[in-house]
Nanobody
Framework: QVQLVESGGGLVQPGGSLRLSCAASGRTVSRYAMGWFRQAPGKEREFVAATSWSGGNTYYADSVKGRFTISRDNAKNMVYLQMNSLKPEDTAVYFC???????????????????WGQGTQVTVSS
């Protein structure tokens, strides 16, 4: 069993930055791929970014490429999402997810992930 808790969301002006954190507990996630997804009101949950178990491979949605950076600290059982140059269309609830396939490379697909956090709200507005 893995518990994931996101934090770091909030209200930010367009062009601003936020850093989301995902704390894992229950078991180490150091050998598992991790991902970030988001869901805006009235829309389906969508892929944002993913990292392989080692952090050596990362993947991004085209809409956030060059603005967002996913990283992980396996010693702390943490995953992060640095979000820069935020836009109003980035407004959503952001979810952290764990894919419990050992030494996974990461995936853009929701169904690949086994555990999800409760989400943290990010609102980009002036």
């Amino acid at each position: 069993q893995v518990q994931l808790v996101e934090s770091g969301g909030g209200l930010v002006q367009p062009g601003g930055s936020l850093r989301l954190s995902c704390a894992a507990s229950g078991r180490t996630v150091s050998r598992y791929a991790m991902g970030w997804f988001r869901q805006a009101p009235g829309k389906e949950r969508e892929f944002v970014a993913a990292t392989s178990w080692s952090g050596g491979n990362t993947y991004y949605a085209d809409s956030v490429k060059g603005r967002f950076t996913i990283s992980r600290d396996n010693a702390k059982n943490m995953v992060y999402l640095q979000m820069n140059s935020l836009k109003p269309e980035d407004t959503a609830v952001y979810f952290c997810a764990a894919d419990l396939l050992p030494t996974g490379w990461g995936s853009r697909e929701l169904y690949e992930y086994d555990y999800w956090g409760q989400g943290t709200q990010v609102t980009v507005s002036s």
